[in-house]
């Protein structure tokens, strides 16, 4: 039976990187695979897919309004794969978990909570409903595990702002909760 999978973790622990290979492992033994991504992650461009070591691919663009599991019916699939996940609505989370029951696996990526530390709404539908979570794990510059994305701007971490700011390594990293904390970059 197909599931809902969540594979989370901080800045830097490889999540774009992971999504690409598993769409190529399942490309590579005959698949469909459809690589996705939101509309609002448009950093690297409106379809394009790219890990901060260079792996990159095309993406199906989901739109905010889009209805997911209608997509699919369109436009089926082995395999659903979704990076940035988080950024998903929870009618979306919802689609996907339709599509999971009914049809296929769905493979979701992303980040577990924001710069302060709060779940962002797809994150948090996808582990309430997820049949299988798993932390990708990633270390702070200290040498403890990563567990929050540190908003830096002049060189400092930012606890306030806007939820959703697109950027990659120069404005985001993955540190410990004490280093995020004391404030250490």
């Avoid at 089926?76 to 999971?100: H, M, T």
């Avoid at 577990?112 to 539908?125: H, I, P, Q, V, Y």
């Amino acid at each position: 039976m197909p599931k809902l999978y969540f594979k989370y973790g901080a800045m830097g622990s490889s999540k774009t990187a992971q999504a690409l290979m598993v769409k190529f492992n399942y490309e590579e033994k005959g698949y469909n695979a459809a690589l996705m991504k939101p509309a609002v992650d448009n950093r690297d461009g409106a379809d394009i897919v790219r890990s901060r070591i260079g792996l990159e691919g095309k993406g199906i663009v989901i739109d905010p309004e889009m209805d997911i599991y209608e997509w699919f019916l369109q436009n089926q699939y082995d395999v659903l794969i979704v990076d940035e996940a988080q950024f998903l609505s929870v009618e979306q989370i919802e689609q996907l978990k339709r599509i999971a029951i009914e049809f296929v696996p769905v493979l979701c990526f992303g980040l577990k909570t924001d710069f302060r530390t709060l779940m962002f709404e797809g994150s948090k539908r996808l582990f309430e409903i997820a049949d299988s979570l798993t932390e990708i794990k990633s270390v702070c510059k200290c040498g403890h595990k990563a567990e929050v994305n540190a908003r830096i701007k002049d060189g400092k971490i930012v606890r306030e702002g806007e939820q959703i700011m697109m950027g990659g390594t120069e404005s985001y990293i993955g540190v410990c909760y004490r280093c995020w904390k004391e404030g250490r970059v």
